[in-house]
């Protein structure tokens, strides 16, 4: 549109119209002049308005969401790396609270065989020549670690130290084939060795035990402690080995073989401890673990008693409204076929009382036996035949 006279001309017109219709509508006030003209305009352009948000919209939150996805990007990353470092942290905690729990059984089990150790964090497994089963703690000679000394779980026996670093050491584990360890049974001398299996003993982890005596008795359930060795080196004595569950009676053989599953679980070590100083006394039995509780036998089921109760009651109750069972007649066998005993019965009773008093008139016309006294009927005295009374 060119800028041109009559071009301004009519803007000028449109501007006046306009101040003379917002001044007329200001001092009108609440007068209903321009009201319909007003709420007309507002229907109008309130309609057009909404039309226009609604194609509008979809475009500019596109445009606000190319504008803010770098910061959209940068907060979900920032909220995923927060999350990844909470639920780290709530493992550790978890992890830390074990590790707090086996710390405190494994020093409860030293207090009570009186070991002097020296706890010590597994940090990994690896191989060393001569051994197959062997881990690495992350204690060593600056923690006063020696060769040949004892390692403990929070439960048992672990195995022994065969490397020593500065700060760290090898444990060949009790599970090893090529170690060995003298132990007894509990409650008594009877003595044996007891070696690992390797991978022979299965996921199980059992291990071997040998009883030098094979007339001595062993069962299942038996439970092995060590022995303990000379200046306690390797093996102090005491430490709980294991629960006997399976015996080879093999007869013929010198020795007599068990197999025990260790109280240590080995494929989960985490805290274990080593033994720098050994007890004065041999702790016998004192450290193994208190013997489980027998199952409870099973409460009987006394809902057939009930149902058979209740059927007896029922059944007596019926009978009591019936009335006392009737006999059913008994029949005998003769020469004139079978005749019903209870009629039998019945007819003799008959004949002796029609025979009764015929032999009682016999007997009083006949008189009296001679030399028996006379006999007494309804109560009055009989005569002697002498006549008169007194």
Same mark, same amino acid.
């Given at each position: 549109?060119?800028?041109?006279?009559?071009?301004?001309?009519?803007?000028?017109?449109?501007?006046?119209?306009?101040?003379?219709?917002?001044?007329?509508?200001?001092?009108?006030?609440?007068?209903?002049?321009?009201?319909?003209?007003?709420?007309?305009?507002?229907?109008?352009?309130?309609?057009?308005?909404?039309?226009?948000?609604?194609?509008?919209?979809?475009?500019?939150?596109?445009?606000?969401?190319?504008?803010?996805?770098?910061?959209?990007?940068?907060?979900?990353?920032?909220?995923?790396?927060?999350?990844?470092?909470?639920?780290?942290?709530?493992?550790?905690?978890?992890?830390?609270?074990?590790?707090?729990?086996?710390?405190?059984?494994?020093?409860?089990?030293?207090?009570?065989?009186?070991?002097?150790?020296?706890?010590?964090?597994?940090?990994?497994?690896?191989?060393?020549?001569?051994?197959?089963?062997?881990?690495?703690?992350?204690?060593?000679?600056?923690?006063?670690?020696?060769?040949?000394?004892?390692?403990?779980?929070?439960?048992?026996?672990?195995?022994?130290?065969?490397?020593?670093?500065?700060?760290?050491?090898?444990?060949?584990?009790?599970?090893?084939?090529?170690?060995?360890?003298?132990?007894?049974?509990?409650?008594?001398?009877?003595?044996?060795?007891?070696?690992?299996?390797?991978?022979?003993?299965?996921?199980?982890?059992?291990?071997?035990?040998?009883?030098?005596?094979?007339?001595?008795?062993?069962?299942?359930?038996?439970?092995?402690?060590?022995?303990?060795?000379?200046?306690?080196?390797?093996?102090?004595?005491?430490?709980?080995?294991?629960?006997?569950?399976?015996?080879?009676?093999?007869?013929?053989?010198?020795?007599?073989?068990?197999?025990?599953?260790?109280?240590?679980?080995?494929?989960?070590?985490?805290?274990?401890?080593?033994?720098?100083?050994?007890?004065?006394?041999?702790?016998?039995?004192?450290?193994?673990?208190?013997?489980?509780?027998?199952?409870?036998?099973?409460?009987?089921?006394?809902?057939?008693?009930?149902?058979?109760?209740?059927?007896?009651?029922?059944?007596?109750?019926?009978?009591?409204?019936?009335?006392?069972?009737? @006999?059913?007649? /008994?029949?005998? %066998?003769? *020469?004139? +076929?079978?005749? =019903?005993? !209870? #009629?039998?019965?019945? $007819?003799?009773?008959?004949?002796?009382?029609?025979?009764?008093?015929?032999?009682?008139?016999?007997?009083?016309?006949?008189?009296? @036996?001679?030399? /028996?006294?006379? %006999?007494? *009927?309804? +109560?009055?005295? =009989?005569? !002697? #035949?002498?006549?008169? $009374?007194?």
């Amino acid at each position: 549109m060119r800028d041109t006279r009559r071009a301004r001309l009519t803007l000028g017109l449109l501007l006046a119209v306009a101040l003379i219709l917002i001044t007329v509508d200001h001092r009108a006030g609440n007068d209903h002049v321009l009201g319909p003209v007003r709420d007309f305009a507002g229907a109008v352009f309130g309609k057009a308005e909404r039309v226009g948000a609604a194609v509008t919209r979809p475009i500019t939150g596109f445009v606000g969401m190319l504008r803010d996805a770098p910061t959209a990007r940068r907060v979900i990353t920032d909220l995923r790396k927060e999350n990844a470092q909470l639920r780290d942290e709530l493992s550790a905690q978890r992890l830390d609270r074990a590790r707090v729990e086996k710390l405190d059984s494994m020093l409860g089990l030293a207090g009570l065989g009186r070991y002097r150790v020296v706890p010590a964090q597994v940090v990994a497994r690896r191989s060393v020549a001569g051994f197959e089963d062997t881990i690495e703690i992350d204690a060593g000679s600056g923690d006063g670690i020696r060769p040949d000394m004892t390692v403990l779980s929070d439960v048992g026996l672990v195995g022994r130290i065969v490397q020593v670093g500065p700060v760290s050491s090898t444990v060949a584990l009790l599970t090893d084939p090529a170690l060995s360890a003298g132990a007894r049974l509990e409650g008594g001398n009877e003595l044996g060795v007891v070696s690992g299996l390797g991978e022979a003993g299965g996921g199980g982890n059992l291990v071997r035990f040998r009883l030098l005596d094979s007339t001595v008795p062993i069962g299942v359930g038996r439970r092995i402690v060590s022995f303990g060795s000379q200046q306690s080196r390797p093996y102090v004595p005491g430490v709980p080995i294991g629960v006997v569950e399976r015996v080879d009676n093999t007869p013929g053989e010198v020795t007599r073989t068990a197999y025990a599953r260790p109280f240590t679980n080995f494929s989960t070590l985490d805290v274990v401890s080593v033994v720098v100083a050994a007890p004065k006394r041999d702790p016998r039995d004192a450290v193994l673990p208190p013997k489980p509780a027998p199952p409870k036998p099973p409460k009987p089921d006394r809902s057939e008693d009930r149902q058979r109760r209740s059927s007896l009651e029922a059944e007596w109750a019926r009978g009591a409204e019936e009335g006392p069972p009737v @006999a059913a007649p /008994r029949e005998r %066998r003769g *020469r004139h +076929g079978t005749q =019903a005993a !209870d #009629g039998e019965r019945q $007819g003799a009773q008959e004949r002796y009382a029609v025979e009764e008093p015929r032999s009682a008139r016999e007997t009083d016309s006949a008189g009296a @036996a001679p030399g /028996r006294a006379p %006999r007494e *009927r309804d +109560g009055a005295p =009989a005569d !002697d #035949g002498r006549g008169g $009374g007194n």
